[in-house]
Each structure stands twice: as C-alpha cells, then as structure tokens.
C-alpha cells in the first residue's frame, strides 16, 4: 500500500478503535494487491468525521450517495495519482451486522483501523468465510438477498471474476440466473461502467460466455436474442452468434500477442488500444463490445437504428457512439482493400487518409475475423498487413502531414463556385491525387479541380 495512505490514516488515530477499513482494501491486502481506494467504515455517532479528515488532508469531500439508511462520502486528496478515501456509515449496530450486508465474502471482511496501518493481519474480522473463498479463487455471494438489494452484483460477479481470474460459486451462479432480469431496471451508467470494467480485461472471452450461460447478455442486449433465433433458423447458414463469440475471442487472441501480427509496430498497436475515447472507456474495450452484436462483413451485423439504441441504452458519449458507427462501418472498406492481389498506392492512400486516427482498429477487426474463421491464408493477409504499414510509414505518412494544394476558397475563386457540395467533392478528388502521387504543386491541382469540375 502506498505510503501516502498510511501517513493520512495516522490522522485519525484518536479514533482507532471505533473505525474498522472494511471491503476491497483488506482483500487487497491478503492477495498482496495495490489497493485503489481506502473504504473506512464510520459508526453513526461520527457523520462529521470525514470533512474534518478532509480539511486535515487538504482534501475535497464529495457525497456519493444517499439511499435509505446508507451514506458513503470520499474524500479525493489530489496528485498524479490521486489518493481516495471512501466514508461509508455503518449499517446496522455492529461491524458484523454492517459486513453481512456486503455483496461478496471476499469484500465482507474487516481490519480495525489501526491493524490496518500497521499491516497486521491476525485480527481480520471474516464472519462469511471470505479468506477462504480467496484461497479458493472463488466468488460467493454474502447471500441470495445481496442481488436483490443491490441488481448490479450480478454484473459485479463477473467483473471480478475477470479482474482476479476467479470462478464463480455454482450457488452464486444460480441466483444470478434466477434474478438476471433484476438488471433491466439498473441504470445504462451503472451497466455500462460494468461492462466496460469486463471488456478492459484481458482475456474476456471466457467471462463473456459465463454471462450468456446464465442469460445475462440477453437481458443487456437483446439484439443477441434476434442473432441467436437467427442461428436457430439457420436462415444465412453461419451460426450469427457463435460467430461474434468466435470473433471477441480472435480479437483477444491479436491483442495478447500483438508482436504476432504487427511485428516491430507492437508497441504503436498497444498505445492505440488502451488509449480512451471517453475516462475509463479505452478503445480496446469498444472494439470488443462492437464485435459482440457482430460488426461489419459479419452476420447478424447492426443496422444504424440497432446501433443508436445501443449506444443510447449504455449512455455512451457523442465520441464512443461515433467511434463505434465509424470502425464498424470501414471495416468492410478495409476487407475490400485486403482482397485485392495487389494494393494500389490510390487505394492504401485513400484508406489511411480516411482512417488516420483508427487504421489499427480496422486491422485489429480484419486479423481478429481471418483468425476466427480458422481459414488459411492468415500468412498473407499478416504480410499484406505488415507492407501497408511499412508504405504509410515511408509514402503515405509524410504525405498526409503536408497540408492540402488547395481549399475552397480557392476553387470559389477560381472557378466563381457558391459553396455547395460540389466543392467537397472536388477537394476530395484532388487529396487523393496528391495522396497518390499523381500531384505535387498549386497549379496541377488547380487543372485537375477544372477536369473534375467538368465531369
């Protein structure tokens, strides 16, 4: 545990032997894990403790909630790595009463606060067997009430199943499936910070397929259901499902080992997946999710009015909701491209021009689908790969960062145009040729926007 936590709990000493550190940090602690947060649990007589901490630690106090009888404030002491310190009230008369309404038994154990601070572990208190369960690799419900208090532990379960590589307790998995439709009523934030916390993790695939064993995924995303009765009909002959589950897992598969696939542009690969269009959301776990309902040149692909619902359920930003439209849509372009023989310089530039920002995530869903269809021909499409790489780097590249010959100002004044659409797509005739090579100067563009102009 970082040293800051430590010297801010030392503040609180007077107060050792009524707060207890509850939850995450003292599972943390037995798995010899960097703990994110500190989740201190307040008897009711103390409500002014945690902004009088707050003013001690030149801290900011935020109030997260207030449900019922429960009131957690966190105190956010900033940095380049901010410390946390969540507030919770005790629930109940005692710490036992307060950790047997816990989601997990790995969260329902307890330190007090002043063997916590010193690193002892003789004196956890674990009511519901929890360090039993860690050595086990297990998660168990407190209880079966835990879900029905609170419906997001039924994606929780999954979360950490995935985080810490546990499998889930047979009891555990049977009230998921009993209360699973519980989630339909969870708001899309909560659900969605969830499933993203699933899809960041590496690998997901078999998480995901735990989840569509107990029908979660069906009440999340109901399009999975039409893709499922579309496999049972066999209408297109490819099992529309089986195939976005093939293709999650070939994603992964490109993503583990990346140096498989794009050699000495690894580490550019790794920098563009874990880099986020939104905080906490990096594009690795949207290309996942947008393989799920299938994507582009895919069965049982999402049409635009499946995609907006989706995007609108999981309340994604402006920016996901355009990402995922964007890689779903090029990726048929980029499949296009890689079937021809030989890839023009035109057609490689035209590609990276469009694609600038996301051409690794074009590559990443065109290798992850030659991978899961398990046909041959996955030596070339890696070498037909690898050689538009090296072009945009050497040809295409430098070409790019060079601004356009000519604006819309200029062919307005060239040639006495209104704006209007014909504009652009004069402008996109002439960076192609440029892109290509075929231009390089101010007055062959300007001749080839009067060729265009005629045409």
């Given at each position: ?300 692909e999402l049409g635009a009015e499946a995609w907006d619902n989706l995007i609108l359920r ?142």
């Amino acid at each position: 545990m970082k040293k800051e936590y430590i010297s801010c709990l030392k503040l609180l000493e007077e107060y050792h032997g009524r707060l207890y550190v509850a939850g995450g940090p003292v599972r943390d602690l037995l798995l010899d894990r960097e703990t994110p947060d500190i989740d201190i649990v307040v008897p009711q007589g103390l409500g002014g403790l945690p902004a009088d901490f707050a003013k001690g630690v030149k801290g900011r106090c935020v109030l997260l909630h207030d449900k019922q009888d429960q009131v957690t404030e966190r105190v956010i002491i900033q940095g380049q790595a901010p410390l946390v310190f969540d507030f919770t009230r005790m629930q109940g008369t005692s710490i036992e009463e307060d950790l047997s309404n816990r989601d997990f038994t790995f969260n329902a154990m307890a330190l007090p606060l002043g063997d916590f601070i010193g690193g002892r572990r003789d004196r956890i208190m674990d009511p519901h067997g929890g360090r039993k369960a860690l050595r086990e690799r297990r998660i168990s419900a407190v209880s079966e009430r835990s879900f029905l208090e609170d419906p997001l532990r039924l994606l929780r379960a999954f979360r950490f199943a995935a985080q810490l590589h546990f499998r889930i307790d047979p009891e555990t998995l049977r009230w998921i499936r009993i209360h699973r439709r519980l989630l339909e009523g969870v708001s899309g934030e909560r659900i969605r910070d969830e499933i993203f916390r699933i899809l960041s993790c590496l690998p997901s695939h078999p998480i995901v397929v735990e989840m569509d064993r107990v029908g979660i995924l069906e009440v999340l995303f109901p399009e999975i259901s039409a893709m499922k009765e579309e496999g049972r009909t066999k209408i297109c002959g490819v099992d529309p499902w089986k195939h976005a589950l093939a293709a999650l897992r070939a994603l992964e598969t490109v993503m583990e080992k990346p140096g498989d696939y794009f050699n000495g542009h690894a580490g550019e690969f790794r920098a563009y997946i874990v880099n986020e269009v939104a905080p906490g959301r990096g594009k690795a776990a949207l290309i996942k999710l947008a393989a799920l309902p299938g994507v582009e040149d895919s069965p049982g692909e999402l049409g635009a009015e499946a995609w907006d619902n989706l995007i609108l359920r999981l309340r994604l930003s402006r920016k996901e909701g355009a990402f995922l439209r964007r890689i779903s849509r090029r990726a048929r372009e980029l499949s296009v491209l890689m079937s021809s023989d030989e890839i023009s310089r035109k057609g490689a530039a035209l590609f990276f021009s469009r694609n600038k920002d996301d051409y690794f995530g074009l590559f990443l869903m065109y290798l992850g689908r030659i991978v899961a269809s398990k046909k041959s021909g996955l030596q070339d499409v890696k070498k037909k790969t690898l050689d538009l790489l090296f072009r945009y780097e050497k040809e295409i590249k430098p070409i790019l960062q060079r601004p356009p010959l000519i604006d819309g100002e200029d062919l307005m004044d060239s040639f006495y145009l209104k704006p209007g659409p014909v504009i652009g797509k004069i402008l996109t005739a002439v960076r192609a040729a440029q892109l290509e090579g075929v231009i390089v100067n101010r007055s062959q563009a300007l001749a080839l926007a009067g060729k265009v102009l005629k045409k």
